[in-house]
Structures are given as structure tokens and as C-alpha cells.
């Protein structure tokens, strides 16, 4: 498997795995996949990924800014999304492992997740890759007129000194 910078060019392909995550109901509360500039404007420039194995885009990753105040310049949400038929089978922590290393390289000193508390693959996921539980958001937005719960992780640098 080869991970490479997600171009525009993917984005179809993106956009198709988004909408296999958005199906299980466990992974967004969005309910359907933006277009390529929405996208584009919601993601930060550094830190986007997909991954291929053959010619097939199989995942992809990225990140976006958790707030516009300078002061949370350092910090940004994680988003990753595996296509179906290739959940469990690691590109999950490839992925997210590269999303780690290259955000430190960014300036990025803390990565947040808010994960729905069914999706428990991925809370392993992340708590393997070294993030941490810090909250728990109750009824923290509603899917399909059901209120829904969220927890927070997040992981913090090892190179920024915290």
C-alpha cells in the first residue's frame, strides 16, 4: 500500500468512501459529501492523504482547523475514512500514523477525534495510535431525529514540549 497527498484528482473516489462512512451512520453527522470546493476550503492544505493499494483508492485522511483564533493555530480535527471491503486490514493506522508524524511537522501540537461511542473500531484505533479519552458530549447534535453522543480524543505532541 502506498499512501500519497490527496489531489483533487482523488477526490471522486474520496468522496465515494465518505459516502460508504456517512451509510454506516457511526462515522459523520453530515448526510452527504460536499463537492470538491467545500471540501477543499474546509480541510487544512498540509496533511491530506489517500491511500492506494493496486490503482485503488482504499482510504484517505486529513485534517481541519478546530478554531480561527490564532491561539489554536497548532490544534486540528482528524478525519479518516476506509472504503468497506478494506476495514480491519490496517490502512487505518497507516494513515493515521502518517497524519501523526506529518502534523508535528506542521506545527500541529494537538489532534483532536469526535467519534460516535458505537464506532469502537475506530476509538481503538486512535487509543492504539496514543490518543486519549478527555470527554464524553452528550446529546451533542441529532442524526435522522435521534440525539446522538460523541467522545472526544485527543492526542497530544511529543516533539512540542507539552
Known amino acids: 500500500m502506498e499512501i500519497i497527498n490527496l489531489k483533487e484528482q482523488h477526490y471522486k473516489d474520496v468522496s465515494r468512501i465518505y459516502l460508504e462512512g456517512i451509510a ?36 484517505w485522511a486529513a485534517l481541519s482547523a478546530v478554531s480561527g483564533r490564532c491561539v489554536y493555530a497548532g490544534v486540528a480535527e482528524v478525519s479518516e475514512y476506509i472504503a468497506g471491503q478494506h476495514r480491519g486490514k490496517g490502512v487505518g493506522r497507516q494513515l493515521l500514523q502518517k497524519i501523526i508524524t506529518d502534523s508535528e511537522s506542521n506545527g500541529i501540537w494537538t489532534l483532536q477525534a469526535g467519534i460516535f461511542p458505537e464506532n469502537e473500531a475506530s476509538i481503538k484505533l486512535h487509543e492504539q495510535c496514543g490518543f486519549r479519552m478527555v470527554g464524553y458530549r ?25
Open 138 to 162: 452528550e446529546k451533542i447534535g441529532q442524526m435522522n431525529g435521534v440525539w446522538r453522543n460523541t467522545v472526544l480524543l485527543e492526542r497530544r505532541s511529543t516533539i512540542a514540549g507539552l
Open 24 to 59: 454506516t451512520q457511526n462515522a459523520t453527522f453530515e448526510k452527504t459529501a460536499p463537492d470538491w470546493e467545500t471540501w477543499n476550503k474546509g480541510h487544512l492544505e498540509f496533511c491530506r492523504y489517500v491511500a492506494i493499494e493496486g490503482n485503488e483508492i482504499v482510504g
